[in-house]
Structures are given as C-alpha cells and as structure tokens.
C-alpha cells in the first residue's frame, strides 16, 4: 500500500516562498506518475504540477499555465521525495495543497492534472499566504 506524506506548508506573506516535501513509502514499482494538487475552500482540486518518472529518470513533466512561471516540481528519487517549489506566493495561493501518485510496472499511465489519473493521496498540508 502506497503511502504520501506532504509537508512544509505554513503561513507565509506575500511574496515569499515555500518548499512542500512529499515522501512516499509502500510502492513497489519504479514507474511512477506523482503530481501536486490544492484545493481552497469552497473550490474545486486544482492540478499544479506532475512529473513521470521511472527510477530517477525523468520522462516528462509540467506545470499548470496558471502557476508555471512560480511554482516548480521535482524529485529525489533516491528519498522517495517529490518537492514543489512555490515562490512569488500570492493571497490566491492559499489552499489545502496535496501530493498524489499512481505507480504501476505495467500497462496505461496517464499522468496529467486530472486527479482521475491518481490512485493514492495525501492528507494534504495547508498553505496560508497573507497580503
């Protein structure tokens, strides 16, 4: 069973920046599809940011046209870590912000913003940007 944990979010003011973690731990496949995700209240889940990868080499990645020029996804496989860095933070950036993956050896992998193409979740940790 696939298990996400995100952290480093927090409250932080106009114009700052943060860096959210999100280790994984359970998966027993190295091809992997891992995205970013928030949702704010009264909004629906938004997808940021995804990153194919099988092992460390990274086939594909993206970020949303709406956050693209700001926030940036990574990962270091090696800690089973995928990172998004968040800088220029806006008030409009406050949200629940939540890690998602699908890892599978064989058959389809979409990897995209459409959380439809997760299969495990976070719990999500919060972001507060004040103006």
């Known amino acids: 069973q696939v298990r996400l944990a995100e952290s480093g979010g927090g409250s932080v003011q106009a114009g700052g920046s943060l860096r959210l973690s999100c280790v994984s731990s359970g998966a027993t496949s190295i091809r992997k599809c891992m995205g970013w995700f928030r949702q704010a209240p009264g909004k629906e889940r938004e997808g940021l940011a995804y990153?194919?990868?099988?092992?460390?080499?990274?086939?594909?990645?993206n970020a949303a046209d709406s956050v693209k020029d700001r926030f940036t996804a990574s990962q270091d496989d090696a800690k089973n870590t995928l990172y998004l860095q968040m800088n220029s933070l806006i008030p409009e950036d406050t949200a629940m912000y939540y890690c998602?993956?699908?890892?599978?050896?064989?058959?389809?992998?979409?990897?995209?913003?459409?959380?439809?193409?997760?299969?495990?979740w976070g719990q999500g940790t919060q972001v507060t940007v004040s103006s």
């Open positions: 990153i194919y990868s099988i092992g460390s080499q990274i086939y594909a990645s």
């Open positions: 998602a993956a699908k890892y599978t050896t064989y058959g389809d992998l979409r990897c995209g913003f459409d959380e439809v193409d997760y299969a495990d």
